[in-house]
C-alpha cells in the first residue's frame, strides 16, 4: 500500500515535524486539501490526498500500531485521528469517498492523467483508504470499485450482498468474475440453509454467462463447496459441451478434446476428478 507505508514511517517522525505546521491550525489544513480533491486536475486530486492522508497521519499524535498488513496499520492510524479529531471525522470520511466516487468516473471515462502507473497505484491506496474507514456508506464507491475492492467489501455482509449482485450485470467480463468471487464470500459467511441454496443459484446462474472468463470462475467455485457432488452431472455436461475454444492451436492439457483446447470443459474435468478422488480444492 503506496500511501499507507509512507504515511506510517511519517507517523514515527511527525512529532519532529509538529512545531513548523502548528502555524496553521488542523481545520484549515484539513479544508485546504479537501477543496484539492475537487480539482479537475488528477495529479492534484493525488497530491491533495497524500496531503490529507499525511494529516491524518500527523494528527493521530500516537506511533503506529501493531498490525497484521500495512492496510490494518493504516486504519489503526484513521481510528486514531478520528477519535482524538472528532471534529474533523466525519468531513475527513466523505471527503476520502467523496474522492473515490470522482477517481472512479475518471477512470470509466478515460479522463486526462488516469493512464499512468502511477495514477493506477494512487487509485488503489485511495480504495484501500476508504476501505479502512469500516463505513457503511462507503458501499457504493467500493461496489463501483469492485475489481480492487472485492474481498474489502466482504466486512459487510449482508449490507453489501445486494449491490454487489446488481454487477453481475455489469458488461465487463472481469467485473462479472470479481462479483461472483465477492458474493460467494459474503453468502459463504452467513453459512445458513438459505445462503446455500443461494450459492447454488448464483453458480447455476454464471455456469449460463455469456463469457468464458466468467463460467470458469463458476466451474472453479464448485471445487471448493462442501456439496460439490450435486454438481457432477452439470460438469460433466459442461466438459463436454462448452462451446469456447481457443482460436490458437493447442493441445488439450489432459487429453479430453484431442488436439484442441477448450479451457470452460478442461475446468470442469479437472473439478471432476477432485470430486472422484476426494481431492481437496485448491483455491
Given at each position: 500500500?503506496?500511501?499507507?507505508?509512507?504515511?506510517?514511517?511519517?507517523?514515527?517522525?511527525?512529532?519532529a515535524?509538529?512545531?513548523?505546521?502548528?502555524?496553521?491550525?488542523?481545520?484549515?489544513?484539513?479544508?485546504?486539501?479537501?477543496?484539492?480533491?475537487?480539482?479537475?486536475?488528477a495529479?492534484a486530486?493525488?497530491a491533495?490526498?497524500?496531503?490529507?492522508?499525511?494529516?491524518?497521519?500527523e494528527?493521530?499524535?500516537?506511533?503506529p500500531?501493531?498490525?497484521?498488513?500495512?492496510?490494518?496499520?493504516?486504519?489503526n492510524?484513521?481510528t486514531?485521528?478520528f477519535?482524538?479529531?472528532?471534529?474533523?471525522?466525519?468531513?475527513?470520511k466523505i471527503?476520502?469517498?467523496?474522492?473515490?466516487?470522482?477517481e472512479?468516473?475518471?477512470s470509466?471515462?478515460g479522463?486526462?492523467?488516469?493512464?499512468?502507473e502511477?495514477?493506477?497505484?494512487?487509485?488503489?491506496?485511495l480504495?484501500?483508504?476508504?476501505?479502512?474507514?469500516?463505513?457503511?456508506r462507503?458501499?457504493?464507491?467500493?461496489?463501483?470499485?469492485?475489481?480492487?475492492?472485492?474481498?474489502?467489501?466482504?466486512?459487510?455482509?449482508?449490507?453489501?450482498?445486494?449491490?454487489?449482485?446488481?454487477?453481475?450485470?455489469?458488461?465487463?467480463?472481469?467485473?462479472?468474475?470479481?462479483?461472483?468471487?465477492?458474493?460467494?464470500?459474503?453468502?459463504?459467511?452467513k453459512?445458513?440453509?438459505?445462503?446455500?441454496?443461494?450459492?447454488?443459484?448464483?453458480?447455476?446462474?454464471?455456469?449460463?454467462?455469456?463469457?468464458?472468463?466468467?463460467?470458469?470462475?463458476?466451474?472453479?467455485?464448485?471445487?471448493?463447496?462442501?456439496?460439490?457432488?450435486?454438481?457432477?452431472?452439470?460438469?460433466?455436461?459442461?466438459?463436454?459441451?462448452?462451446?469456447?475454444?481457443?482460436?490458437r492451436?493447442?493441445?488439450?492439457?489432459?487429453?479430453?478434446d484431442?488436439?484442441?483446447?477448450?479451457?470452460?470443459?478442461?475446468?470442469?474435468?479437472?473439478?471432476?476428478?477432485?470430486?472422484?478422488?476426494?481431492?481437496?480444492?485448491?483455491?
Amino acid at each position: 500500500m503506496r500511501t499507507a507505508l509512507c504515511i506510517l514511517a511519517f507517523a514515527l517522525v511527525a512529532s519532529a515535524a509538529a512545531p513548523a505546521q502548528q502555524t496553521v491550525p488542523l481545520h484549515s489544513r484539513v479544508t485546504d486539501a479537501l477543496k484539492r480533491m475537487e480539482s479537475k486536475d488528477a495529479a492534484a486530486r493525488e497530491a491533495a490526498y497524500d496531503d490529507l492522508s499525511s494529516i491524518c497521519a500527523e494528527g493521530a499524535n500516537a506511533a503506529p500500531q501493531a498490525a497484521a498488513s500495512p492496510i490494518k496499520a493504516y486504519g489503526n492510524t484513521l481510528t486514531a485521528f478520528f477519535v482524538q479529531h472528532p471534529e474533523e471525522a466525519d468531513r475527513v470520511k466523505i471527503g476520502f469517498i467523496r474522492l473515490l466516487r470522482r477517481e472512479n468516473n475518471a477512470s470509466e471515462t478515460g479522463q486526462q492523467g488516469t493512464d499512468t502507473e502511477s495514477y493506477g497505484a494512487y487509485v488503489f491506496d485511495l480504495t484501500q483508504t476508504v476501505s479502512a474507514l469500516h463505513d457503511e456508506r462507503t458501499i457504493p464507491v467500493l461496489v463501483e470499485s469492485i475489481t480492487r475492492s472485492g474481498v474489502d467489501l466482504l466486512q459487510f455482509g449482508d449490507e453489501a450482498l445486494e449491490p454487489v449482485l446488481a454487477q453481475l450485470k455489469n458488461p465487463d467480463a472481469l467485473v462479472r468474475v470479481v462479483t461472483l468471487e465477492t458474493a460467494l464470500g459474503i453468502l459463504r459467511e452467513k453459512d445458513d440453509v438459505a445462503s446455500r441454496d443461494r450459492i447454488r443459484a448464483l453458480i447455476l446462474s454464471s455456469l449460463e454467462d455469456r463469457s468464458l472468463v466468467v463460467r470458469s470462475a463458476a466451474v472453479d467455485s464448485i471445487d471448493c463447496l462442501e456439496g460439490r457432488q450435486e454438481f457432477v452431472s452439470t460438469l460433466e455436461k459442461i466438459a463436454k459441451t462448452d462451446p469456447d475454444k481457443f482460436s490458437r492451436k493447442a493441445k488439450a492439457l489432459d487429453g479430453g478434446d484431442g488436439n484442441e483446447l477448450y479451457p470452460v470443459r478442461y475446468a470442469a474435468r479437472r473439478v471432476l476428478r477432485d470430486i472422484q478422488n476426494n481431492t481437496t480444492c485448491q483455491h
